[in-house]
C-alpha cells in the first residue's frame, strides 16, 4: 500500500507570495491533518480535514489554509508568504476521526521563504 | 489544552534499554497516547499506541500508570539506528467536537553511542 505522498518535496518562494502544497493520503484514509515543523516551535498543528470538512483547526493566521477533495487528497494554500513561514510542512492521513488512530505521515515540503 | 512534557534530550548506549516518560496532567477520559518516533527530513513515524496499563509490539512497550496522567515509553536493546526524536501526542477529547486539537510535545532527542 502506497504511503503519504507531498508534493512537491522542496519549495523556495519569495515574501509576499503564496504557495499551495498537495498531500495525498493513504488509500481507504479519510483523515487528512497538516502540521508545520520548525526547530524553533517544534511540530504545531495546523488543521484537519474529514470527509471534506475541516473539523479541527490550530492557532494558526486565517492567511493558512486548506481544504480536502472527494478523493480525500488534500492541499494547503500559504498566502501573503512571510520569512517565518520557512519551515517543513508535514501532512498525515489516519482510517478514522484522526486523534485516536494512527497518523501516518509524509516526508514532508520543505517551503523556504526568502 | 492538555500540554505535554518530554526530556529534552537523553543519552544512551547499544544494548541498553530506554525509557521515555511524557507528562500529560490534563489528559482527558477519551483520550489515548501515542508516541512517534521521526528521522531528519522525514515525518513522524508511528511507534505505538495506549490507552491504560501496558501494551508491547514488536519494536516497544508502554506504560500508563492508573491516573493515566503520565506515560513512559520502553525501547528495549536500542542499537544506532534508534537515534531519533521521539514524540508524545495526547488528543483531545471530545470525539467529533470542533474544538478538539491535538497537541504535540517537543520531542525527546534520542542519542545512541556504540
Known amino acids: 500500500k502506497a504511503g503519504v505522498t507531498q508534493t512537491p518535496r522542496y519549495l523556495i518562494k519569495t515574501r509576499g507570495q503564496q504557495v499551495t502544497l498537495s498531500c495525498s493520503p493513504i488509500?481507504?484514509?479519510?483523515?487528512v491533518s497538516w502540521y508545520q515543523q520548525t526547530p524553533g516551535q517544534g511540530l504545531q498543528f495546523l488543521f484537519e480535514?474529514?470527509?471534506?470538512?475541516?473539523?479541527n483547526k490550530g492557532n494558526f493566521p486565517g492567511r493558512f489554509s486548506g481544504r480536502q477533495f472527494s478523493n480525500s487528497r488534500s492541499e494547503m494554500n500559504v498566502s501573503t508568504l512571510e520569512l517565518g513561514d520557512s519551515a517543513l510542512y508535514l501532512c498525515?492521513?489516519?482510517?478514522?476521526?484522526?486523534?485516536?488512530?494512527?497518523?501516518?505521515f509524509g516526508n514532508g515540503t520543505r517551503l523556504t521563504v526568502t | 489544552l492538555a500540554k505535554t512534557t518530554q526530556p529534552i534530550s537523553m543519552d544512551s548506549y547499544e544494548g541498553q534499554e530506554v525509557n521515555i516518560t511524557c507528562s500529560h496532567n490534563?489528559?482527558?477520559?477519551?483520550?489515548?497516547i501515542t508516541w512517534y518516533q521521526q528521522f531528519p527530513s522525514q515525518g513522524p513515524r508511528f511507534i505505538i499506541q495506549?490507552?491504560?496499563t501496558k501494551v508491547t509490539n514488536e519494536v516497544a512497550s508502554l506504560f500508563i500508570p492508573a491516573d493515566r496522567k503520565s506515560s513512559t515509553l520502553s525501547l528495549p536493546r536500542v542499537s544506532l539506528s534508534d537515534t531519533a526524536v521521539y514524540y508524545c501526542?495526547?488528543?483531545?477529547?471530545?470525539?467529533?467536537?470542533?474544538?478538539?486539537?491535538?497537541?504535540f510535545g517537543s520531542g525527546t532527542r534520542l542519542s545512541i553511542r556504540p
Open positions: 495506549g490507552y491504560k
Open positions: 501526542l495526547v488528543g483531545l477529547s471530545v470525539r467529533y467536537s470542533s474544538a478538539s486539537k491535538i497537541i
Open positions: 490534563n489528559i482527558a477520559t477519551n483520550d489515548y
Open positions: 480535514y474529514f470527509s471534506e470538512t475541516q473539523r
Open positions: 498525515a492521513s489516519s482510517l478514522e476521526y484522526f486523534y485516536n488512530s494512527p497518523l501516518h
Open positions: 488509500s481507504g484514509h479519510r483523515s
